[in-house]
């Protein structure tokens, strides 16, 4: 009797299974690391921690970010915010990159 394997099924719904969401900055000068856990990934919740780290970086710095272009990033609630705070400069990384 012959047993015939079969392939491996792939749900089609994608699930986090208990996995967080974490958001974070890194300050290259000093090695320190600014870290949240979120839970939703949007546009209001990004802006809140650009507006931690804008309160939290002497006025006089400018701020050079990297950002993927996840919606989060993209929205136009994100691109206001950064129009409006223009020491925050922005380099995106190429769209699939990440």
Known sequence: MRHYRRPARQEFEYRRHGTASLIA???????EVLTEVITRNHAATFTAFLDRLDQAIPPGKEIHVVLDNGSSHTAKHTK???????RWHVRWTPPHAS
């Open 25 to 31: 900055a890194l300050d290259v000068r000093t090695g």
């Open 80 to 86: 206001a915010w950064l129009a409006a705070h223009p």
